[in-house]
T-cell receptor, first 117, second 115 residues
Framework: DQQVKQNSPSLSVQEGRISILNCDYT??????FLWYKKYPAEGPTFLIS?????DKNEDGRFTVFLNKSAKHLSLHIVPSQPGDSAVYFC????????????????FGKGTKLSVIP | KAGVTQTPRYLIKTRGQQVTLSCSPI?????VSWYQQTPGQGLQFLFE???????NKGNFPGRFSGRQFSNSRSEMNVSTLELGDSALYLC??????????????FGPGTRLLVL
């Protein structure tokens, strides 16, 4: 049973446009969500996170939106750049924000973003 | 600060052998987690160590084990290797900030090929 789902395995976007990557989750205990970017042969790089007490978090060109009622989050990249081309993973955790110490991330299977110059 | 380091970066083994992978976390990070990445299953959690104790364990057979040393460095061991163990093994160390939010920082991974 996949608790974190990224239903689009790939996405192509023109340079300068907005990239929207989506993620759905099923476990209502998840209260902290992260996005990672991964290049081939490298480990994932942390991008941005959001806790369940917020519905939006921004960091430069990256914005994450959380819709708890729909159990859905999305990552917006504006404007998209060719260097953003990578696989993006959504990850979720239960209990981290509350400090309960559940240090286990559940990952989606990733979305490959291609930004076309 | 130096990032998470993993050794070796690449490894080729044959079925039935065992392998030990090493991870050095970011200085000051006390939690180390291990993940397996395969094309079919994506990133899957193996286990997490904090202060030399396994605090969390994923759904993997007992052939997969790990430990953490007093300096927070961690090793994972896979015994009786199977072809399906071929994967990228990622280590992550984590830090909890003042707001109680924890972020895991990943190493480059060890690519294991089992022949």
């Amino acid at each position: 049973d996949q608790q974190v789902k990224q239903n689009s395995p790939s996405l192509s976007v023109q340079e300068g446009r907005i990239s929207i990557l989506n993620c759905d989750y099923t476990n209502s205990m998840f209260d902290y969500f992260l996005w990672y970017k991964k290049y081939p042969a490298e480990g994932p790089t942390f991008l941005i996170s959001i806790s369940s007490i917020k519905d939006k978090n921004e960091d430069g060109r990256f914005t994450v939106f959380l819709n708890k009622s729909a159990k859905h989050l999305s990552l917006h990249i504006v404007p998209s750049q060719p260097g953003d081309s990578a696989v993006y993973f959504c990850a979720a955790s239960a209990g981290l924000y509350s400090g309960a110490g559940s240090y286990q991330l559940t990952f989606g299977k990733g979305t490959k973003l291609s930004v076309i110059p | 600060k130096a990032g998470v380091t993993q050794t070796p970066r690449y490894l080729i083994k044959t079925r039935g052998q065992q392998v030990t992978l090493s991870c050095s976390p970011i200085s000051g990070h006390r939690s180390v987690s291990w993940y397996q990445q395969t094309p079919g299953q994506g990133l899957q959690f193996l286990f997490e160590y904090f202060s030399e104790t396994q605090r969390n364990k994923g759904n993997f057979p007992g052939r997969f084990s790990g430990r953490q040393f007093s300096n927070s460095r961690s090793e994972m061991n896979v015994s009786t290797l199977e072809l399906g163990d071929s994967a990228l093994y990622l280590c992550a160390s984590s830090w909890v900030d003042q707001r109680g939010q924890e972020t895991q920082y990943f190493g480059p991974g060890t690519r294991l090929l089992v022949l």
